[in-house]
């Protein structure tokens, strides 16, 4: 009979390190994003008071896709 026990926590070391890689690249996507929206900001002369607004509502738009995206790289792919 097989080890169940033993087999689980060798998948959850996996995925442990599949997580971190995908936090790593996420903050790498995140901090390219931002400097892309700040730059934008700097050539559309958005006023100071309108720049601040903009980047709360970009975190917020990131923290929320970080919430989702463990659910989008589990999800089950088609067969194409």
């Known amino acids: 009979m097989s080890q169940p026990s033993k087999h689980r926590s060798q998948s959850l070391r996996s995925r ?4 971190s890689n995908v936090d790593r690249l996420f903050g ?3 901090a390219l ?5 700040e730059i934008s900001m700097q050539i559309y002369r958005v006023p100071r008071r309108d720049r ?3 980047l709360k509502l ?3 738009l990131h923290d929320t896709i970080r919430q989702g995206l463990p659910g989008i790289l589990n999800r089950p792919q ?3």
């Open 16 to 19: 442990g390190a599949q997580i």
């Open 28 to 30: 790498a996507i995140r």
């Open 33 to 37: 994003d931002r400097t892309v929206v």
């Open 52 to 54: 601040a607004i903009m």
């Open 58 to 60: 970009h975190r917020r």
């Open 78 to 80: 088609r067969a194409r």
